[in-house]
């Protein structure tokens, strides 16, 4: 089982920064890879960006694309979404999800993010 915690969301303004950290404990020795989901009221959770943890291969989705990265710390099980140019259209709750090599999948609780134009 793996336990995941999301910390960074907030209230800014638009063409801010923010930095989401997603911390996991429990059995971090089977994660495969580690995704940044995203949900605004009325849609669907949608991918935004992934990386994979053995090599640390990213994938921004185009949403985020040229103003954010993923990255991961290995040794503290922390990957973090940094996110720049914050748009209204970014407000959503932001849920991190790590899914084992056996295609097993666990979310965290989320963290709200709101950009007011």
């Known amino acids: 089982h793996v336990l995941l915690g999301e910390s960074g969301g907030g209230l800014v303004q638009a063409g801010d920064s923010l930095r989401l950290s997603c911390a996991a404990s429990g059995r971090t020795a089977n994660i495969h890879d580690v995704g940044w989901f995203r949900q605004a009221p009325g849609t669907e959770r949608k991918l935004v960006a992934s990386i994979t943890w053995s090599d640390g291969t990213t994938t921004i989705g185009d949403a985020l694309k040229g103003r954010s990265t993923i990255s991961r710390d290995n040794a503290k099980n922390i990957v973090y979404l940094q996110m720049n140019s914050l748009k209204p259209e970014d407000t959503a709750v932001y849920y991190c999800?790590?899914?084992?090599?056996?295609?097993?999948?666990?979310w965290g609780q989320g963290t709200q993010v709101t950009v007011s134009s």
């Open positions: 999800n790590v899914r084992e090599a056996d295609g097993k999948r666990y």
